[in-house]
């Protein structure tokens, strides 16, 4: 079993920054990839980021150049560092781990409002 924990979420103003985290636990060695989606209300969930097992990153047009995702192998956590963010960014962000057998492990998200 692998499990997710985010954490870090909040209220930011435009044009501020918040690093989400997302620990991991279990079963981390079936994990091949870790992305971060992001649901606002009335919207569909929708991708942000991505890293690989390799360490490859992805990041959704939307946030490119103002996102970056990072891991901290020795701390077993993914990271979502956020700048420059506009009201838009509010949304409830959710980790995301797909594993070799193919399942998708969430954890409960973690809500950020970015507000004037």
């Known amino acids: 079993q692998v499990q997710l924990e985010e954490s870090g979420g909040g209220l930011v103003q435009i044009g501020g920054s918040l690093r989400l985290s997302c620990a991991i636990s279990?079963?981390?060695?079936?994990?091949?990839?870790v992305a971060w989606y992001r649901q606002a209300p009335g919207m569909e969930r929708e991708l942000v980021a991505f890293?690989?097992?390799?360490?490859?990153?992805k990041l959704e047009e939307p946030v490119k150049g103002r996102f970056t995702i990072s891991r901290d192998k020795a701390e077993n956590t993914v990271y979502l560092q956020m700048t420059n963010l506009k009201r838009e960014d509010t949304s409830v962000y959710y980790c995301?781990?797909?594993?070799?057998?193919?399942?998708?492990?969430w954890g409960i998200g973690t809500q950020v409002t970015v507000s004037s």
């Open positions: 995301n781990a797909v594993r070799t057998s193919g399942d998708e492990v």
């Open positions: 279990g079963r981390k060695d079936t994990i091949t990839a």
């Open positions: 890293i690989t097992s390799g360490g490859s990153t």
